[in-house]
């Protein structure tokens, strides 16, 4: 069965500082990957997603993430992390086959120190 | 160009009740999808539906039930409302498929009591 997994519940980073999430996910063919990002009492936007091609995905917000076939894995990066970055991110994977249907991770809650 | 828009933003309702939910979708967007979030379960599908036919469908019992428009336009309908169904639901469209992306809306916050 498809699963996703985000290990950190809760991530805290000084401003300026540089962010991972990480996400690993269970899946017998090739994925569709994406990350989210959700603001309290807001719906999710999405900041990148990874079907096939070049490994690194850039996003919008200056997100990026690399898909790793050989660790299961499609962490989140950003360089330098903006006090508005502080959300809650999730991991999810989908399939050509499953039409629209996602299965999303636990998600991480970023909080950023000034 | 307009974004997912659900209606409404807040509902509370009694226990035994029943409830639809409105979803309209990105003008030309095809799919739409419904998803189900709690603190406790996080975010689960519930069902996607296609040019007015249901794609796929969650673990979810009878009580939960969709349909879509021929504007695309969908609803959700849960009947015999319980406490455990207060969640956010969450909508989501996209042109045709995962490889177009799904943009989500800002959802409607259910308060079963």
């Known amino acids: 069965a498809q699963s996703v997994t985000q290990p950190d519940i809760h991530i805290t980073v000084s401003e300026g500082a540089s962010l991972e999430l990480r996400c690993n996910y269970s899946?017998?063919?090739?994925?569709?990957l994406f990350w989210y990002v959700q603001s309290p009492g807001q719906g999710l936007q999405l900041l990148l997603k990874?079907?096939?091609?070049?490994?690194l995905v850039q996003g919008i917000k200056g997100f990026e993430a690399e898909f790793k076939r050989s660790q299961s894995s499609f962490n989140l990066r950003k360089p330098s992390v903006h006090w508005s970055d502080a959300a809650e991110y999730f991991c999810?994977?989908?399939?050509?086959?499953?039409?629209?249907?996602?299965?999303f991770g636990q998600g991480t809650e970023l909080s950023v120190k000034p | 160009k307009a974004g997912v828009t659900q209606t409404p933003r807040y509902l509370i309702k009694t226990r035994g009740q029943q409830v639809t939910l409105s979803c309209s979708p990105i003008?030309?967007?095809?799919?739409v999808s419904w998803y189900q979030q709690t603190p406790g379960q996080g975010l689960q599908f519930l069902f996607e539906?296609?040019?007015?036919?249901?794609?796929n469908k969650g673990n979810f019992p009878g009580r939960f039930s969709g349909r879509q428009f021929s504007n695309s336009r969908s609803e959700m309908n849960v009947s015999t409302l319980e406490l455990g169904d207060s969640a956010l639901y969450l909508c989501?469209?996209?042109?045709?498929?995962?490889?177009?992306?799904?943009?989500f809306g800002s959802g409607t916050r259910l308060t079963v009591v």
């Open positions: 989501a469209s996209s042109l045709d498929s995962l490889v177009n992306g799904y943009t």
């Open positions: 899946y017998g063919a090739t994925p569709y």
């Open positions: 990874y079907f096939s091609g070049d490994t």
């Open positions: 999810a994977v989908g399939s050509s086959n499953q039409g629209g249907k996602l299965i």
């Open positions: 003008s030309g967007h095809r799919s």
């Open positions: 539906y296609f040019s007015e036919t249901q794609r």
